[in-house]
């Protein structure tokens, strides 16, 4: 059953619009289809029909393409829109026996090679546009094909979406025209369906400039989409074809139909400076949006068996909208008898309260087509000035909902395809609250600055609450959330009650997770829109938290984002992810600097580096590296060279963000570690080193490699990179931090510091100021984005002199100089890796758990053990697993100083599958009487309590049943101390 909640069911609205054309001698123009058709000889412009300076497309990567083809030959584009209907340009169907002579095929990518995915269909019916005239082929240039038979969609034939009547695509949009037409003027066929992508151009813009090409046209329907450069365009053999564009959740949708061009990716820039034979034009597309009212009803014509049970016709809204005033009412959909709203539907409702009320809204019951993105069929709502408040499908009643303003518009709008029983809802004017305050029964939508609190504030808020805040800034604008008071549950990752701050309305983009009694750090969102929800469990109440609510007017310099790329892919959601394995220097989520300060690091946005790892030795974070594939991580050698147990027990966390906090992390073993053969410890010189991971990592939207630089990309003085670290300040931080890092000449560097080679550079600040990139930082990526936002990892932090004292700019090993030694040492790993298949490395040796000592944490004032050599006791922060090397045994020691609650120590033991284990308990040491020590079989999340060890009953055996066994250690008070020594081993099972 889909499920309809505000998290993740706000969407904001973004738009990506698609176009298409054709020439003189070819049919249409592309858009996963296309070749030329004749056009009006009388006229001296040239309906487009081929792709130029585009690329060849992988199959099935758009499989709403179609071909039209006569005596087998393809003439024109088309685009799959449903399982009966195909959208092509009218003047691609103007011959009078098109139903006998023409054919479609679907799920066709090469014509070069016979494709079993290609599938053929006679045409039952053409409907063209009433209003398109041969002798005026540039307006109303659409047509729909109804086939003889049904499309079976599979991932080489699906149908791309029509755009609804509130998508907006707006200039500069980058969209996809697609075809077979012609790779240059006049130039040959391909036989591979080729892409290209053009920026959409604004309407006004687009006409003036056909104006330079002939004042007689008129372009009353069309979307234009080029460079003004030329080199980019589509051409004959496209028309008919798709120009496609992304929705923000990844829907393609069918923006134009490829109509007309004069010529193929010409210069128009300055078409007045040309002659008329010269001069160029952008692509003109078909505009699908502005059309949508007459396919609407040409798509319902052939749905009537369809809904054969429905005993009404066809309307465009199944109930009465309009105006509606008053302080109350309810709204129905669909009214009377009918038990399903129809296809196509279009409703609005305009609902008015009395001045300085609010607006509640009660959902009855809401049935609705599903979509993850809400852009089928959908219930939107709006304020008065047009901004989106909401939008909902699904078959789950939003929540209440209430709006802080005296007007809304609601718009209900359904696609052609499927249809539900609807919904109902009421409406109710009410009293605002002095602050705008969810009350825990509805969503508080906020326009205006102002405060929000928790409920009952300042006294405490209830038990069970669920409170949702959505935040609307104006245009330009970013939110900032400042708190006054805070004072909420303390927990370990906010388990109980917490206050979580979305940057976005579907509840993906997490800006902080807050709980406890620290009054949390001001937060800025990365758009005009913030969601802000606050839930309790059933103990422990306090009294919440006060902030204020302000806009801050958007930094020049803040990323707007990138183009959509792939095959329906969504950029900020994990489950858009999976496919990233071949993508690299790609941040899901766009980071962004509040100060755009070269002297002071600040916190990074969560996951916006998600190639930053955390190298780990004995359970401490030691020093930084960089995703450079599933398998290996890109760090200095000096962080590694050095520490001999380092491939046992080190650890490499990736997607992290907060030191103290495991949310997202993978956490991997080192199987083996490459330090570059010439690394000279003395003069830092070839400081890069590779650790191979025991197992890959997992690519997701927190976890994801890094570019390499290639032969091309350089460095250049004054080049403004950034440097991630969690410990850029003099201070280490558990949150990420960024730091942009001006590039210094080389001459500048050798005057800070002798021996700088040519494989180092200097990055940071001049003299006199501070500069993070000190010894701490070893082994941190410096990244720089490329012109579309792509980042490339050119530098790795080698050393430094002081983050404080006498600060000089930081010294970073140039990646450049290291990219063939990097890949040599993968590809000879990978190789020799396709042949391995013994057991990977143990994370902790028994062999090598004395020189823990050095590395994990400090040694206990007092010899624990009689007897024993203090050497190899290990002071241990026992939160992490130990994967263990059998057979073996360990001494430790747990101090109540660790937390403020007392002594807590957690060890599991992981045996192979089809395994138990053997404990033998020696000596056990406590403190006071308020400590135990429990053993549970299996792992935490999912133990069962076995037996309690207690000084009497050592010495112990203690077997387990299966291949894993956890013991916790809890002592009650601060002063609580526990002295352990224990020896393990895995049998197999009998």
């Given at each position: 059953m889909a499920e309809t909640s505000l998290s993740s069911v706000f969407i904001m609205l973004s738009v990506i619009t698609h176009v298409s054309r054709e020439e003189n001698g070819g049919p249409g123009r592309v858009a996963r289809c296309g070749e030329?058709?004749?056009?009006?000889?009388?006229?001296?412009?040239?309906?487009?029909?081929?792709?130029?300076?585009?690329?060849?497309?992988?199959?099935?990567?758009?499989?709403?393409?179609?071909?039209?083809?006569?005596?087998?030959?393809?003439?024109?584009?088309?685009?799959?829109?449903?399982?009966?209907?195909?959208?092509?340009?009218?003047?691609?169907?103007?011959?009078?026996?098109?139903?006998?002579?023409?054919?479609?095929?679907?799920?066709?990518?090469d014509f070069g090679v016979k494709e079993y995915s290609e599938k053929s269909f006679p045409i039952k019916a053409v409907y063209k546009h009433p209003n398109f005239s041969s002798n005026k082929p540039f307006n109303y240039d659409i047509a729909i094909l109804e086939l003889v038979g049904r499309i079976k969609f599979d991932q080489n034939i699906q149908a791309a979406c029509l755009p609804n009547p509130d998508d907006v695509f707006p200039a500069g949009s980058l969209c996809v025209a697609l075809g077979w037409g012609r790779?240059?003027?006049?130039?040959?066929?391909?036989?591979?369906?080729?892409?290209?992508?053009?920026?959409?151009?604004?309407?006004?813009?687009?006409?003036?400039?056909?104006?330079?090409?002939?004042r007689r046209l008129v372009f009353e329907t069309v979307v234009c989409g080029g460079f003004p450069e030329g080199g980019k365009d589509a051409c004959q053999g496209d028309s008919g074809g798709p120009f496609l564009c992304q929705r923000s959740h990844g829907r393609w949708v069918l923006v134009g139909v490829t109509s007309w061009g004069l010529g193929c990716a010409r210069n128009w820039k300055n078409?007045?400076?040309?002659?008329?034979?010269?001069?160029?034009?952008?692509?003109?597309?078909?505009?699908?949006?502005?059309?949508?009212?007459?396919?609407?009803?040409?798509?319902?014509?052939?749905?009537r068996d369809y809904k054969r049970f429905l005993p009404y016709p066809v309307v465009q809204c199944s109930a009465e909208d309009g105006f509606l005033k008053g302080t109350e009412g309810n709204i129905l959909l669909p009214e009377g008898s009918r038990k399903y709203y129809s296809n196509n539907e279009k409703c609005v409702w305009t609902i008015n309260v009395p001045t300085g009320m609010h607006i509640l809204l009660v959902f009855d019951y809401f049935n609705v087509e599903w979509?993850?993105?809400?852009?089928?069929?959908?219930?939107?709502?709006?304020?008065?000035?047009?901004?989106?408040?909401?939008?909902?499908?699904?078959?789950?009643?939003?929540?209440?909902?209430?709006?802080?303003?005296?007007?809304?518009?609601?718009?209900?709008?359904?696609?052609?395809?499927?249809?539900?029983?609807?919904?109902?809802?009421?409406?109710?004017?009410?009293?605002?609250?002095?602050?705008?305050?969810?009350?825990?029964?509805?969503?508080?939508?906020?326009?205006?600055?102002?405060?929000?609190?928790?409920?009952?504030?300042?006294?405490?808020?209830?038990?069970?609450?669920?409170?949702?805040?959505?935040?609307?800034?104006?245009?330009?604008?970013?939110?900032?959330?400042?708190?006054?008071?805070?004072?909420?549950?303390?927990?370990?990752?906010?388990?109980?009650?917490?206050?979580?701050?979305?940057?976005?309305?579907?509840?993906?983009?997490?800006?902080?997770?807050?709980?406890?009694?620290?009054?949390?750090?001001?937060?800025?969102?990365?758009?005009?829109?913030?969601?802000?929800?606050?839930?309790?469990?059933?103990?422990?109440?306090?009294?919440?938290?006060?902030?204020?609510?302000?806009f801050v007017p958007s930094s020049s310099n803040i990323n707007p984002g990138l183009p959509l790329q792939g095959n329906n892919q969504p950029r900020n959601s994990q489950d858009a992810m999976e496919d990233f394995d071949e993508v690299?220097?790609?941040?899901?989520?766009?980071?962004?600097?509040?100060?755009?300060?070269?002297?002071?690091?600040?916190?990074?946005?969560?996951?916006?580096?998600?190639?930053?790892?955390?190298?780990?030795?004995?359970?401490?974070?030691?020093?930084?590296?960089?995703?450079?594939?599933?398998?290996?991580?890109?760090?200095?050698?000096?962080?590694?060279?050095?520490?001999?147990?380092?491939?046992?027990?080190?650890?490499?966390?990736?997607?992290?963000?907060?030191?103290?906090?495991?949310?997202?992390?993978?956490?991997?073993?080192?199987?083996?570690?490459?330090?570059?053969?010439?690394?000279?410890?003395?003069?830092?010189?070839?400081?890069?080193?590779?650790?191979?991971?025991?197992?890959p990592f997992q690519y997701n939207s927190y976890v994801q490699p890094i570019c390499l630089p290639d032969g091309y990309s350089k460095l250049e003085p004054s080049d403004l990179c950034v440097v991630s670290g969690w410990n850029l300040n003099e201070d280490l931080s558990t949150k990420l931090q960024q730091l942009e890092v001006p590039v210094l000449l080389h001459d500048v560097c050798k005057r800070y510091y002798g021996g700088i080679t040519d494989r180092m550079f200097c990055g940071g600040t001049i003299a006199g100021e501070d500069n993070a990139t000190c010894a701490e930082q070893s082994g941190a990526p410096l990244v720089r984005p490329s012109d579309t936002g792509i980042y490339t990892v050119f530098g790795i932090v080698s050393w430094g002199v002081g983050c404080s004292k006498n600060p000089k700019p930081g010294v970073y090993s140039s990646v450049a100089s290291f990219v063939q030694w990097i890949w040599e040492t993968i590809h000879s790993v990978e190789q020799s890796m396709d042949t391995y298949t013994g057991p990977h490395l143990p994370l902790i040796s028994p062999d090598h758990l004395h020189k823990l000592s050095q590395s994990k944490a400090r040694q206990p004032d007092n010899p624990p053990f009689n007897g024993s050599n203090s050497s190899e006791d290990v002071y241990v922060a026992c939160k992490d697993v130990l994967s263990l090397q059998s057979p073996g045994e360990i001494k430790l020691v747990v101090g109540g100083q660790d937390s403020p609650e007392g002594a807590r120590c957690q060890l599991i033991f992981q045996a192979p599958k089809d395994h138990f284990i053997l404990l033998n308990f020696k000596q056990l040491n406590v403190s006071c009487d308020r400590y135990t020590l429990e053993i549970y079989e299996g792992e935490p999340s999912n133990k069962t309590y076995k037996a309690q060890v207690t000084e009497e009953k050592i010495p112990i055996i203690v077997k387990s049943t299966g291949p894993a066994v956890t013991i916790e250690a809890n002592g009650k008070a601060q002063e609580s101390k526990l002295q352990l020594w224990l020896s393990y081993s895995f049998h197999t099972q009998n």
């Open positions: 030329h058709m004749a056009a009006d000889e009388s006229a001296n412009y040239n309906l487009l029909s081929r792709i130029v300076g585009g690329t060849s497309t992988n199959k099935g990567e758009h499989p709403w393409i179609a071909s039209l083809k006569r005596d087998g030959r393809h003439f024109c584009g088309g685009t799959v829109i449903s399982d009966r209907y195909i959208v092509t340009a009218a003047h691609c169907v103007l011959d009078k026996n098109i139903l006998n002579n023409t054919r479609v095929s679907v799920g066709v990518h790779l240059i003027e006049n130039g040959r066929l391909p036989l591979r369906l080729q892409q290209v992508t053009l920026p959409l151009i604004d309407y006004r813009r687009c006409l003036s400039i056909m104006e330079t090409v002939d078409n007045l400076l040309q002659p008329p034979e010269r001069r160029g034009s952008p692509g003109v597309f078909t505009d699908i949006q502005k059309l949508l009212n007459w396919l609407g009803g040409n798509l319902n014509q052939g749905q979509d993850y993105s809400c852009d089928l069929d959908y219930l939107a709502i709006y304020s008065a000035l047009g901004r989106l408040i909401g939008k909902f499908c699904g078959d789950a009643a939003p929540r209440p909902l209430l709006i802080t303003d005296t007007s809304i518009i609601l718009k209900f709008i359904s696609d052609f395809q499927e249809y539900k029983t609807g919904f109902s809802l009421s409406y109710q004017a009410v009293e605002p609250d002095f602050y705008p305050d969810s009350d825990c029964g509805s969503v508080a939508v906020i326009f205006e600055e102002g405060e929000i609190q928790s409920m009952n504030h300042p006294g405490e808020y209830s038990s069970l609450a669920h409170c949702q805040w959505v935040i609307h800034g104006p245009k330009f604008h970013v939110i900032q959330i400042t708190f006054l008071v805070f004072e909420v549950e303390p927990s370990d990752d906010c388990i109980f009650d917490k206050l979580v701050i979305y940057h976005d309305l579907e509840g993906t983009m997490i800006a902080g997770k807050f709980c406890g009694f620290s009054l949390p750090e001001p937060i800025l969102s990365v758009s005009s829109v913030m969601q802000v929800i606050f839930t309790s469990d059933h103990t422990a109440n306090y009294i919440g938290f006060r902030a204020v609510i302000s690299c220097g790609v941040s899901p989520v766009l980071p962004r600097f509040n100060h755009h300060s070269i002297a002071s690091a600040e916190e990074a946005m969560p996951n916006s580096w998600p190639w930053h790892v955390s190298i780990n030795f004995g359970n401490k974070h030691v020093c930084n590296g960089a995703i450079v594939s599933e398998t290996f991580v890109l760090t200095s050698a000096n962080c590694v060279a050095g520490r001999d147990a380092f491939h046992i027990i080190g650890l490499v966390a990736a997607g992290l963000h907060d030191l103290d906090s495991s949310i997202n992390a993978q956490k991997q073993p080192v199987r083996k570690v490459f330090i570059h053969p010439e690394y000279n410890p003395s003069s830092r010189d070839n400081d890069v080193a590779l650790i191979l991971l025991a197992e």
